[in-house]
């Protein structure tokens, strides 16, 4: 595992120029090393919007960012603030720790953190792009993998629905409960923060680039292509897209057991059923199972951690296996739907470490 990612020195074309304060120049070198990711963000964005006029479905940009925006703004502060506390006790300083701890805070405005802070609505405006494009899938294909998809699971799986087989482990009220919140919260805070995080956190431009470019690309190719030409439900929704009432019931009928606040997996079905049937899945997002976002994303985190720490990388791999249980236990996925979410996402960054140049010290 490799742990030293220094950022390489490149010749932009305003690199040295004089009378400019170096913090502020350090901030435009380190803008433009990220142009590339910049430009592929907004590449997807525009190509969401012009296929969102095209088929008349309404683009807002604003609300997904309004939505949770304040909320990855806080989550940014606590880092920084967490992270300038972990600095204080590490070092001991011998004067005021208050002192210490708002010096640490202040040199944490580092120029990747002001790019951090510049990408966040741009990174907003993405997954709502996102979104909108998960939303349009059923304009353009039809739900009719859930039964092929649901039988290859149970012919891997030993003639046994994968959920049948975990409910006597996972099958209890707080162990269902822990899963849903790591599923909707952790998972959602996961994959909005640490892209941000890379930014300032990550001093190696070249595997900053491969995470961000494997990012885009699992959320298009992965989340939009094959979703679409595999359009499913995934088990709570089977009944919906089959007719089948009987084969699923028993998982529904455990989770409908505790309620559909707003959180449980029975909640959120019912949300993104109404917005389906009332064509308002731009506003949450659509329906698809195949392949898991979910388990991609945890993938790609366990990706970066590998090349970063081994302790990280054995908390990304604990995370993978929880997301993977949760979206069998919760009815969102079924296992084939996880496995091959794995496989491409590791194939998909396994590609980028290849075609890009090597990191230069």
């Not at 996102?130 to 349009?136: D, Q």
């Not at 029975?266 to 949300?271: A, M, N, P, S, Y």
Request: net charge positive; charged share 10%.
């Amino acid at each position: 595992m490799h742990k030293n990612h220094s950022l390489a020195q490149h010749p932009y074309p305003f690199h040295d120029h004089k009378g400019i304060n170096p913090y502020w120049r350090g901030i435009r070198d380190t803008l433009w090393a990220g142009r590339l990711v910049f430009n592929a963000f907004l590449l997807y964005i525009f190509a969401v919007l012009i296929v969102a006029q095209a088929a008349r479905v309404p683009l807002d940009f604003f609300s997904f960012t309004l939505q949770y925006g304040p909320f990855l703004l806080a989550l940014l502060v606590m880092w920084v603030v967490i992270s300038a506390g972990a600095q204080v006790l590490r070092h001991k300083p011998d004067g005021s720790a208050l002192v210490a701890f708002w010096q640490a805070v202040r040199h944490s405005f580092t120029p990747g953190m002001v790019k951090s802070i510049l990408m966040m609505p741009l990174l907003m405006i993405f997954i709502q792009a996102f979104l909108t494009a998960k939303s349009m899938l059923p304009i353009l294909f039809d739900f009719t993998w859930d039964r092929q998809l649901a039988d290859l699971d149970r012919a891997i799986h030993g003639g046994h629905d994968p959920w049948t087989l975990l409910q006597p482990i996972l099958g209890h009220e707080s162990i269902t409960f822990a899963l849903e919140l790591i599923y909707s919260c952790v998972w959602l805070c996961a994959v909005l923060l640490f892209p941000l995080i890379m930014t300032f956190q990550i001093h190696g431009r070249r595997l900053r680039h491969r995470y961000y470019f494997t990012y885009i690309t699992c959320w298009f190719l992965l989340g939009n292509v094959l979703a679409g030409l595999f359009l499913s439900g995934g088990p709570c929704y089977y009944d919906v897209f089959t007719g089948d009432t009987a084969r699923f019931a028993a998982q529904e009928a455990y989770l409908r057991s505790f309620g559909d606040h707003t959180l449980s997996a029975v909640g959120l079905k019912e949300i993104l059923l109404q917005a389906l049937r009332s064509g308002r899945g731009n506003e949450v997002g659509g329906i698809s199972a195949f392949p898991s976002m979910h388990i991609s994303m945890a993938t790609l985190f366990a990706c970066i951690c590998f090349n970063l720490n081994r302790w990280l990388f054995a908390g990304s791999l604990l995370f993978v296996i929880t997301i993977v249980l949760a979206s069998i236990h919760l009815g969102w996925h079924y296992a084939i739907d996880g496995y091959i979410a794995i496989i491409l996402t590791t194939l998909i960054w396994w590609f980028y470490g290849k075609v890009m140049p090597p990191q230069h010290h």
